[in-house]
């Protein structure tokens, strides 16, 4: 499979993750990988909030699969959120929620979305070597 049909793919996969995101958080579903935080209090109403966030991102992954050219659109977008989920781990309010705990499934999920990016962005970097110039 070339990178241009892998990145297709993996934009799919990105939409279907993003939407399950979006439906867990509505639903208040709070199970590890589509909550990165599940085992931290909060209110159903930002559960809903992170929702319409998480279908954003769906709905920016089905658009960056169907028109290329929104693809570096949604790097950018998870650039931001690996820098805001590193962010919310290194902060004292999380360190004060959750008393002595560790963030360590916190940050195994922030590289999970980190590593999501590096591939995305090495698959657009190889596929772009696909797309005749115009």
Do not use: E
Request: hydrophobic fraction near 55%; include cysteine.
């Amino acid at each position: 499979m070339n990178a241009t049909r892998l990145l297709q793919w993996s934009l799919l996969a990105c939409t279907a993750y993003f939407l399950a995101m979006s439906t867990a958080h509505f639903i208040g579903f709070k199970v590890p990988v589509l909550f990165v935080y599940w085992d931290v209090p909060s209110n159903h109403y930002q559960d809903m909030i992170i929702s319409f966030c998480a279908f954003t991102y769906a709905t920016l992954s089905f658009a960056a699969y169907r028109h290329r050219v929104a693809v570096p659109a949604l790097l950018v977008a998870l650039v931001g959120t690996v820098l805001g989920l590193s962010a919310v781990n290194s902060s004292a309010a999380l360190a004060q929620m959750i008393d002595g705990g560790t963030t360590t499934a916190y940050w195994l999920q922030t590289g999970m979305i980190a590593g999501l990016l590096i591939w995305l962005v090495v698959l657009y970097r190889l596929s772009r070597a696909n797309v005749p110039a115009t």
